[in-house]
């Protein structure tokens, strides 16, 4: 079986994994317990190919604990009944450890199943997933677990391992020969992920032709194989969430730099949906009152991205991008509502007032007689005091006037018009 360079290379010992200084390094409390010989359960969340997987295994390797590995993609409840079978048998005097990948694809039956057995330390849980646990693990066997978080490797992290693998295949293959520019452009490409840079790497050297100095693997090489290798994306993931927060966010902080690289990480993904949606959320959440006029703006820049499709849609996008990111901002008509529902929410209405009721009659027990609704075009400047909020809450507020200059000039006007200055 042709095994990967990744599987070939994986290190077999906390000393050897590249990157996780904050869980590995000496004094850490991480590594502390587990050198003190205790492995407690543990859940172990972050990107793929940054080591969760590796770090498990040295832990169970070294526990002297009878050691079953399952993986929540396949994993059947079947499978977790063999595990629980064993507990108390001879083989598994020193006791369980089930070491569980992808943990979040069980149902919550099945990992309802290993919540006693956790609970008394017959078996002992190291779980991994590259989804947050505490929106896809059950409450009750997260609570009896430690998560720790793992983060993206650093450049340098994935030049070391990229090292490590060219002194193997090295090795194995006769001399093999990484350019420097190659190198680095290979190390940055990866977005922090071992895995994806150790299969880029075998890709090239798989093609490269010998030479007098061995296999020669050059930078236009590494381009070829790593050409959009850089950016992690998943469409159902926390990458994607963490994407589409950082694009609304940096056109919030008015910062077109920043938005501009976000969008470009959405539209390189060809996720034109969430690029669209965002920016319209944006126009009307952010900038809002401030500049009203943005919202059709950036809707017809939103129907001509779709319209002429990827890729020219990053030119109108990017348009509307930065005039969102440079507008002035106001969230007043967002606050606005929202105070609006929570009355709602809390049960604060009431009936509508009999002036604005859609009918012309009174019933028999009416106390006074007639709608005497006032027709606010009748009267001059077109306003006429009237009240329009149910009885109980006659007197709320929801809408101040933001400070921009939009918004004040309203501001002054209706001040003028309603007699209150």
Same mark, same amino acid.
Request: aromatic fraction near 6%.
């Given at each position: 079986?042709?095994?990967?360079?990744?599987?070939?290379?994986?290190?077999?010992?906390?000393?050897?994994?590249?990157?996780?200084?904050?869980?590995?390094?000496?004094?850490?409390?991480?590594?502390?317990?587990?050198?003190?010989?205790?492995?407690?359960?543990?859940?172990?969340?972050?990107?793929?190919?940054?080591?969760?997987?590796?770090?498990?295994?040295?832990?169970?390797?070294?526990?002297?604990?009878?050691?079953?590995?399952?993986?929540?993609?396949?994993?059947?409840?079947?499978?977790?009944?063999?595990?629980?079978?064993?507990?108390?048998?001879?083989?598994?005097?020193?006791? +369980?450890?089930?070491?569980?990948?992808?943990?979040?694809?069980?149902?919550?039956?099945?990992?309802?199943?290993?919540?006693?057995? +956790?609970?008394?330390?017959?078996?002992?849980?190291?779980?991994?997933?590259?989804?947050?646990? @505490?929106?896809?693990?059950?409450?009750?066997?997260?609570?009896?677990?430690?998560?720790?978080?793992?983060?993206?490797?650093?450049?340098?992290?994935?030049?070391?391992?990229?090292?490590?693998?060219?002194?193997?295949?090295?090795?194995?293959?006769?001399?093999?020969?990484?350019?420097?520019?190659?190198?680095?452009?290979?190390?940055?490409?990866?977005?922090?992920?071992?895995?994806?840079?150790?299969?880029?790497?075998?890709?090239?050297?798989?093609?490269?032709?010998?030479?007098?100095?061995?296999?020669?693997?050059?930078?236009?090489?590494?381009?070829?194989?790593?050409?959009?290798?850089?950016?992690?994306?998943?469409?159902?993931?926390?990458?994607? @969430?963490?994407?589409?927060?950082?694009?609304?966010?940096?056109?919030?902080?008015?910062?077109?730099?920043?938005?501009?690289?976000?969008?470009?990480?959405?539209?390189?993904?060809?996720?034109?949906?969430?690029?669209?949606?965002?920016?319209?959320?944006?126009?009307?959440?952010?900038?809002?009152?401030?500049?009203?006029?943005?919202?059709?703006?950036?809707?017809?820049?939103?129907?001509?991205?779709?319209?002429?499709?990827?890729?020219?849609?990053?030119?109108?996008?990017?348009?509307?991008?930065?005039?969102?990111?440079?507008?002035?901002?106001?969230?007043?008509?967002?606050?606005? +509502?929202?105070?609006?529902?929570?009355?709602?929410?809390?049960?604060?209405?009431?009936?509508?007032?009999?002036?604005?009721?859609?009918?012309?009659?009174?019933?028999?027990?009416?106390?006074?007689?007639?709608?005497?609704?006032?027709?606010?075009?009748?009267?001059?400047?077109?306003?006429?005091?009237?009240?329009?909020?149910?009885?109980?809450?006659?007197?709320?507020? @929801?809408?101040?006037?933001?400070?921009?200059?939009?918004?004040?000039?309203?501001?002054?006007?209706?001040?003028? +018009?309603?007699?209150?200055?």
């Amino acid at each position: 079986m042709n095994e990967p360079l990744a599987q070939r290379l994986r290190p077999s010992s906390l000393e050897e994994v590249c990157g996780q200084r904050h869980l590995l390094s000496e004094g850490m409390v991480f590594r502390s317990t587990l050198e003190s010989g205790r492995v407690p359960n543990m859940i172990f969340y972050g990107p793929s190919g940054v080591g969760k997987t590796t770090v498990a295994r040295i832990i169970a390797d070294n526990s002297g604990m009878r050691l079953h590995k399952l993986n929540g993609t396949s994993a059947s409840t079947g499978d977790i009944k063999a595990v629980l079978a064993e507990i108390g048998t001879l083989g598994a005097a020193n006791g +369980i450890l089930l070491y569980l990948d992808e943990i979040q694809y069980l149902n919550k039956k099945q990992q309802q199943s290993l919540l006693e057995c +956790i609970e008394d330390g017959s078996v002992t849980l190291i779980a991994s997933t590259t989804e947050n646990p @505490y929106f896809y693990i059950y409450n009750a066997l997260l609570s009896r677990c430690t998560v720790f978080e793992f983060k993206a490797l650093e450049k340098e992290d994935i030049r070391q391992g990229i090292r490590n693998a060219v002194q193997k295949l090295s090795r194995e293959e006769g001399p093999v020969v990484l350019e420097e520019q190659a190198e680095d452009y290979l190390a940055e490409s990866a977005g922090g992920d071992m895995r994806k840079a150790l299969g880029s790497l075998e890709f090239a050297v798989s093609a490269a032709k010998p030479g007098p100095d061995g296999k020669q693997v050059t930078l236009d090489m590494i381009r070829q194989v790593c050409r959009r290798t850089a950016m992690r994306y998943d469409r159902e993931g926390d990458e994607h @969430y963490d994407i589409v927060s950082a694009y609304q966010k940096s056109m919030r902080g008015s910062d077109p730099d920043a938005a501009l690289h976000y969008l470009a990480r959405l539209l390189e993904a060809g996720d034109l949906v969430s690029a669209c949606r965002r920016l319209m959320v944006c126009a009307c959440e952010d900038v809002g009152l401030a500049y009203p006029q943005i919202i059709p703006i950036v809707k017809a820049a939103v129907d001509a991205a779709n319209m002429v499709g990827l890729p020219e849609a990053r030119i109108p996008l990017a348009d509307a991008v930065i005039l969102v990111a440079i507008s002035p901002k106001s969230n007043s008509g967002e606050a606005a +509502i929202d105070e609006a529902l929570a009355d709602v929410r809390r049960g604060r209405s009431g009936p509508v007032p009999r002036q604005l009721q859609n009918k012309h009659f009174d019933g028999e027990d009416a106390a006074a007689k007639g709608q005497h609704y006032l027709y606010a075009h009748d009267f001059e400047h077109h306003w006429v005091e009237q009240q329009y909020l149910p009885d109980v809450l006659k007197d709320r507020v @929801y809408y101040h006037f933001g400070e921009n200059k939009t918004e004040q000039a309203a501001k002054l006007y209706w001040e003028k +018009i309603k007699g209150k200055k």
